[in-house]
């Protein structure tokens, strides 16, 4: 079984920072990516950044030059650095793994439980 624990989750002022972690256990074979989604009230879920195995990182228009992915491949780990958060970011932040499981063959998307996240005016 693949399990995924995010922290990091709070509630911030407008313009303030937050960062966010991730990290995966279970029998993994490969990781192919591992990144964040997002699911505000009323909203469909959106990716917010990924990162994959070879180091190409994928952000969404929205977050561009605010929101920072990297990945600490040896520890399966993923963060996520907030910047200059405005009330629009508020959200449920999900991690997502997609890799292949020990024991099958096809990669398959994997999720965290969701951590929340406010920035209030």
């Known amino acids: 079984q693949v399990q995924l624990v995010e922290s990091g989750g709070g509630s911030v002022q407008w313009g303030g920072s937050l960062t966010l972690s991730c990290t995966a256990s279970?029998?993994?074979?490969?990781?192919?990516?591992m990144g964040w989604y997002r699911q505000a009230p009323g909203k469909e879920r959106e990716l917010v950044a990924s990162?994959?195995?070879?180091?190409?990182?994928n952000y969404a228009d929205s977050v561009k030059g605010r929101f920072t992915v990297s990945r600490e491949g040896a520890k399966k780990t993923v963060y996520l650095q907030m910047n200059s958060l405005n009330p629009e970011d508020t959200a449920v932040y999900y991690c997502?793994?997609?890799?292949?499981?020990?024991?099958?063959?096809?990669?398959?998307?994997?999720w965290g439980q969701g951590t929340q996240v406010t920035v209030s005016s």
């Open positions: 997502y793994l997609n890799g292949v499981r020990g024991g099958s063959f096809l990669p398959t998307n994997y």
């Open positions: 279970g029998r993994i074979s490969s990781i192919n990516a």
């Open positions: 990162v994959n195995s070879g180091g190409l990182t």
